[in-house]
C-alpha cells in the first residue's frame, strides 16, 4: 500500500501536518511532503480539504455476519464445580442477548460434568453446549482449545465472553487465534452499539490511567475476557433450557501433553472477589508494618485485607490483594478504606460495594464522595481504637 501527495493540489494549509499523530508529514516549499515515519494511518487524508493526499488501499469491507447468532459464555469449572464468573457473564449475555434479540448459550467441557447444565440454565442459558470426553477431565490448553474451535465452527456464535480467569487468560488467545478473531483482554464493561449492533468492549488502558473501547467489526465471533466480580449475576429459576451434546474426535496423542499430578496450594484466604467484608489500605498506610494495623481490624471484623496499587506496588501486600482497574474488582457488603485517597482508577474496582466506609485524615479525599460513612482522621488512631472496641463487643457477645 503507497500513500502521497498530489503536489499540484496541495494549497500549503498545513491541516495534515496537525493531523498526523507520527509528525510524518513535512513542508518542503510550501508543499507537504511525507516522511519516514508514515504509518498510512490515513490521518492527514480525512484532514486534506483539497483532497491531494492519495492512497491505492482499498477500503475494508465489513463481511456479512447475519449467520452468526447468540451470545456464548464459556463454562469454566473444576473438579465438577463452577467458577463464579461463569455465572456473572451469563447475567451479562442475557442483557446482551436481548439487546441483538439472540439466544444465550454456555459452552461446558469436562468429564461427568453434565449436572452443572441444569444449573447454567438457571443462571441464564437458552442452550447448553456439552462437551464430555475423560481426556477432557482436567483442563489442557491444546484440548479445550480444540473443542471450541469446533463448536464456533458448527455453530457460529456472534459474541464468546470467557472469564479473565488463570484459565480464561490461556485459553481464550488461542482459541482467538483458531478462529481467526480480535480479542479483547480484561474487559471491565460490555455493551451494544445501537447503530451497529456491535459489542462495545471497555477495558483499562496505559497502566489503568485511561479506559479503551474496543469495538470488533470485521471478524466474529466477538471475543473478549471479563475479570471476575465485574458483573451481575441474575438467576433465572424458572428457566427452561437445551443440552445440546458434542462429540470430539480428540486423541491424547493429538493434544500432546499429559497432566501426571495435580497440586494443590492451601487456600490461606478467601478469594477477594467472593469476600463478604474487606479491609482496604492505600498510600496513607505508609508501610507493611502500618498493614498490621489494618490486619488486626480486619481479623475482629472477620475480614480480607486489601489494598491499592501503591500498596501492591511498595510490596505491602501480593497481587492478588490489589483493587481496581488493574487488579481484582469487588463486591462486598461492607468495604474498609484506610488511608485510601480514592483515585478513579481504585474506585472503580469497589465502587459496587453494598456499604463504603472511609478513613482519612483529608476531608477533602475523593474517597469520601462515594463513602457512605467517614471517619476524618488519623487511621493510626482510628483503626487501634477501632479495632479495641470490635474485640470488646465480640467479647460481650460471647459471654
Not at 70 to 86: H, I, K, M, P, Y
Not at 149 to 163: D, R, S
Not at 216 to 234: C, D, H, K, L, W
Not at 332 to 353: E, F, K, W
Amino acid at each position: 500500500m503507497a500513500i502521497w501527495v498530489e503536489v499540484d493540489l496541495c494549497d500549503g494549509c498545513r491541516r495534515c501536518t496537525r493531523a498526523c499523530p507520527y509528525d510524518a508529514m513535512e513542508m518542503k516549499d510550501g508543499k507537504a511532503r511525507i516522511g519516514d515515519r508514515c504509518t498510512s494511518c490515513g490521518a492527514c487524508m480525512d484532514a486534506c480539504r483539497n483532497k491531494a493526499i492519495l492512497t491505492d488501499a482499498k477500503p475494508r469491507t465489513i463481511p456479512d455476519f447475519s449467520n452468526h447468532k447468540g451470545v456464548w459464555v464459556f463454562a469454566e469449572q473444576r473438579g465438577g464445580q463452577l467458577n463464579r464468573v461463569s455465572v456473572e457473564l451469563l447475567g451479562k449475555a442475557q442483557e446482551l442477548a436481548k439487546e441483538l434479540n439472540h439466544k444465550v448459550a454456555a459452552v461446558l467441557i469436562g468429564d461427568q460434568v453434565s449436572g452443572l447444565a441444569k444449573t447454567l440454565i438457571q443462571f441464564g442459558a437458552d442452550t447448553v453446549y456439552l462437551a464430555e470426553n475423560t481426556i477432557l477431565r482436567d483442563y489442557r490448553t491444546e484440548a479445550y482449545a480444540c473443542v471450541l474451535q469446533e463448536l464456533v465452527a458448527a455453530h457460529k456464535p456472534n459474541i464468546m465472553l470467557i472469564g479473565a480467569t488463570h484459565i480464561g487468560r490461556d485459553l481464550a488467545p488461542r482459541v482467538s487465534r483458531r478462529v481467526g478473531s480480535g480479542l479483547t483482554a480484561d474487559c471491565t464493561e460490555l455493551s451494544i452499539d445501537s447503530a451497529e449492533g456491535i459489542l462495545l468492549q471497555t477495558r483499562p488502558a496505559f497502566g489503568g490511567n485511561v479506559m479503551a473501547t474496543i469495538a470488533n467489526r470485521f471478524s466474529r465471533p466477538q471475543m473478549a475476557t471479563v475479570r471476575p466480580g465485574v458483573m451481575e449475576v441474575i438467576p433465572t429459576p424458572d428457566k427452561e433450557g437445551t443440552v445440546v451434546t458434542h462429540v470430539t474426535q480428540l486423541t491424547d496423542e493429538q493434544i500432546g501433553t499429559k497432566i501426571l499430578e495435580i497440586v494443590k496450594e492451601p487456600k490461606t484466604h478467601v478469594d477477594l472477589a467472593e469476600a463478604k467484608v474487606i479491609v482496604a489500605g492505600g498510600r496513607g498506610v505508609n508501610d507493611a508494618a502500618g498493614f498490621e494495623l489494618l490486619s488486626d481490624l480486619a481479623a475482629a471484623l472477620g475480614a480480607e485485607l486489601a489494598g491499592t496499587r501503591v500498596a501492591f506496588e511498595e510490596g505491602w501486600i501480593p497481587a492478588s490483594r490489589q483493587v481496581g482497574q488493574t487488579g481484582v474488582t469487588v463486591r462486598p457488603d461492607l468495604y474498609v478504606a484506610c488511608g485510601v485517597s480514592g483515585a478513579i482508577q481504585h474506585r472503580a474496582g469497589m465502587m459496587d460495594s453494598k456499604f463504603i466506609v472511609a478513613i482519612n485524615k483529608d476531608p477533602y479525599a475523593p474517597i469520601f464522595k462515594v463513602a457512605d460513612w467517614g471517619i476524618v482522621g488519623d487511621l493510626f488512631d482510628v483503626v487501634p481504637e477501632l479495632t479495641k472496641q470490635l474485640q470488646a463487643a465480640c467479647q460481650v457477645m460471647c459471654d
